[in-house]
């Protein structure tokens, strides 16, 4: 009986992959059903040159804001980039991770290329007036705001916190909270690289 069993058991579970094998993917970030073109603009680079997002088209790119006095939030999520950046390899090329100010009274370009070269030579910090910054928040719907303190910091920055994937086709398309795993961002990278490698 038992051997009559294990056939019709064993077809079950291979039946149960194949189903799942077919499924679609399901993205680990918040993705848009309609992925609207992500704003472009032009910033102030790490380097002290400038950069536009319209000129990474063809790669992915994530986007953060951000500052290089931040205690917790911003090294956490640029030790994240290292990650997906170094686990994709020769892939790497394909993605650009940008790191932008929301605190550029004190983060002058020399600051920013410091501390984003501490983390990875490939992130780019970017920078510019308070003009040109506001208006990128404004674009992306990025909150920042100045803090006071009582200690010789004299202010921090409360900011939004989400990581922006851009895909090679400069369409926002997925976003993701503070604390997701760097996993679950780098399987949607692969992803979507996988669908354009596909496409092409």
């Known amino acids: 009986m038992k051997d009559a069993i294990r056939p019709i058991v064993f077809g079950g579970m291979l039946m149960l992959f194949l189903l799942a094998s077919c499924q679609p993917y399901q993205f680990k970030g918040t993705f848009y059903e309609d992925p609207p073109e992500a704003a472009d603009f032009e910033l102030t680079?790490?380097?002290?040159?400038?950069?536009?997002?319209?000129?990474?088209?063809?790669?992915?790119?994530?986007?953060?804001?951000?500052?290089?006095?931040?205690?917790?939030?911003?090294?956490?999520?640029?030790?994240?980039?290292?990650?997906?950046?170094?686990?994709?390899?020769?892939?790497?090329?394909?993605?650009?991770?940008?790191?932008?100010?929301?605190?550029?009274?004190?983060?002058?370009?020399?600051?920013?290329?410091?501390?984003?070269?501490?983390?990875?030579?490939?992130?780019?910090?970017?920078?510019?007036?308070?003009?040109?910054?506001?208006?990128?928040?404004?674009?992306?719907?990025i909150y920042a705001a100045k803090v006071p303190l009582k200690s010789g910091i004299g202010y921090t920055v409360d900011h939004t916190a989400r990581v922006y994937l851009i895909d090679n086709e400069r369409r926002l398309r997925l976003t993701y909270a503070f604390g997701t795993p760097y996993e679950d961002i780098l399987q949607d990278i692969k992803q979507i690289l996988k669908e354009i490698d596909a496409e092409n």
């Open 45 to 141: 680079s790490a380097d002290g040159g400038r950069l536009r997002l319209s000129e990474l088209e063809g790669k992915i790119v994530l986007l953060f804001f951000g500052f290089t006095s931040c205690p917790d939030v911003c090294p956490a999520t640029l030790g994240i980039a290292k990650r997906i950046i170094e686990e994709l390899g020769d892939k790497s090329g394909r993605l650009a991770f940008l790191f932008i100010t929301v605190d550029p009274e004190r983060d002058t370009p020399e600051k920013l290329n410091t501390y984003v070269q501490n983390f990875h030579e490939s992130i780019i910090g970017l920078t510019g007036s308070e003009e040109e910054l506001s208006s990128v928040r404004e674009d992306y719907g």
